[in-house]
Structure formats: C-alpha cells, structure tokens
C-alpha cells in the first residue's frame, strides 16, 4: 500500500513569488492536514480537508490556503512568500472518521521550502 | 486554548540507557495522546496512542501511561538503543475534531 506522497521534495523561490505544493493521501483515506514544520515552532496546524471541504483551520494568514480535489488529493498554496515561510511542509492522511478510529495520521515525507 | 508542553532537547543517552520523555498538556474534555517519532529525513510517524484515561500505549519497546489527574502522557523506554536516535513528538486531538496540537519536539540521540 502506498504512503502519502508529496511533491516536490526541495523547492527554492523567492521573496513576493507564490509556491503550490501538492500531496496524495493514501488509498482510501478521505482526510488531509497540513502542518508547517519549523526547528523553533515545531509543526503547526495549518489546515485540514475532508471530502473537498475544509474543516479545521489553523492560526496563519490568508496568503496560506488549501484544497482538495474529489480523488482526495490536496494542494496548498502559499502566496506572496516571506522569508519567514521558509519551512518543511508536511502533509499527513487519514481516514477521517472522527468516530470510526483514534484518528492516526500517516504523513508525508514533506516539501522542504526555501525563501530567499 | 488546548496545548502540549514537552521537555526541551537534545538529550543525550548512553546505548541501554533508560529514557523518559515527559509531556504534559492542557486541554477541554477527553483528549486522545500520541507520540509519533521522526527519523532523519522522513515524516513522522505513529509510535504509539492511548483513547482514554489510564490507558496505557506501548511499541517497540517504548510506554506512556494517559494520566488524566497529572495531565500526562510521558513516554519511557528501558533500554534505548542507537537506532532510536530521533526526534520525538508528543501531540494531542480533542475529542470531536480532527485538528492535532503537537509538542515542540524532543531531540534524542543515543550513543553506542
């Protein structure tokens, strides 16, 4: 069975540039979040889609958005890039039941941003 | 709001040694804990959870007791090895939502 799959891997853009990233779940799985990893911050929650919807929503401003397409495949964009946004972007699945199961995460290996 | 405090980093163990992680956390209703562990260069991963108080969640050696009475959920292991070199993550979901507060991250390194 296939793990979550991000891409890209490594990215490099520049300040006021916009980036997408892009993440496929695993089979069956209907959920996806994403958290923003930082060596000072640890992983924040960004967002999390359920069936094309979104239904959590982390603290971060309007240039971080989301979605999800109907084969549960998810893409997030960052636009106007800061150098503060320089990050790994990790995206995990589930299978998003909130009563069927603990709720384990799988996540992605992540999206490794650099802004300069 | 709901939170999860872990002990800072790096520690630093001899191969055998005994390891606990403490993590303590601040949340409305009944959470559910995890640990989910990060090798170099790979995504986390789900080492191991507990639903309820007084549960218990064990893999691989490691343990960590939900204490509803401490607000804790410190993970221990008795004898580390060198492959458990990692970065460990304490992390809660309330109950209801689908939304995950994670801990800073505890760095741990074991040397042979």
């Known amino acids: 069975k296939a793990g979550v799959t991000q891409t890209p891997r490594y990215l490099i853009k520049t300040r006021g540039q916009q980036v997408t990233l892009s993440c496929s779940p695993i089979?069956?799985?209907?959920?996806v979040s994403w958290y923003q990893q930082t060596p000072g911050q640890g992983l924040q929650f960004l967002f999390e889609?359920?069936?094309?919807?979104?239904?959590n929503k982390g603290n971060f401003p309007g240039r971080f958005s989301g979605r999800q397409f109907s084969n549960s495949r998810s893409e997030m964009n960052v636009s106007t890039l800061e150098l503060g946004d320089s990050a790994l972007y990790l995206c995990?699945?589930?299978?998003?039941?909130?009563?069927?199961?603990?709720?384990?995460?799988?996540f992605g290996e992540g999206s490794r941003l650099t802004v300069l | 709001g709901n939170s999860v405090t872990q002990m800072e980093g790096p520690v630093t163990l001899s191969e055998e040694a005994f390891l606990t992680i403490n993590c303590t956390y601040t949340?409305?209703?009944?959470?559910?804990l995890f640990w989910y562990v990060q090798y170099p260069g790979e995504g986390l991963q789900l080492l191991l959870k507990?639903?309820?108080?007084?549960d218990k969640g064990s893999n691989k050696g490691f343990e960590a007791t939900y204490r509803k009475e401490t607000t804790s959920f410190h993970l221990e292991k008795g004898s580390v090895q060198v492959s458990d070199s990692a970065v460990y993550f304490c992390?809660?979901?309330?109950?209801?939502?689908?939304?995950?507060?994670f801990g800073t991250g505890t760095r741990l390194k074991v040397l042979a």
């Open positions: 949340a409305t209703g009944y959470p559910s």
């Open positions: 089979s069956g799985h209907r959920s």
């Open positions: 889609y359920f069936s094309e919807t979104q239904r």
């Open positions: 992390a809660l979901r309330t109950s209801g939502t689908y939304k995950y507060i």
């Open positions: 507990a639903t309820k108080a007084d």
């Open positions: 995990a699945s589930s299978l998003g039941g909130v009563e069927l199961e603990a709720g384990e995460l799988f």
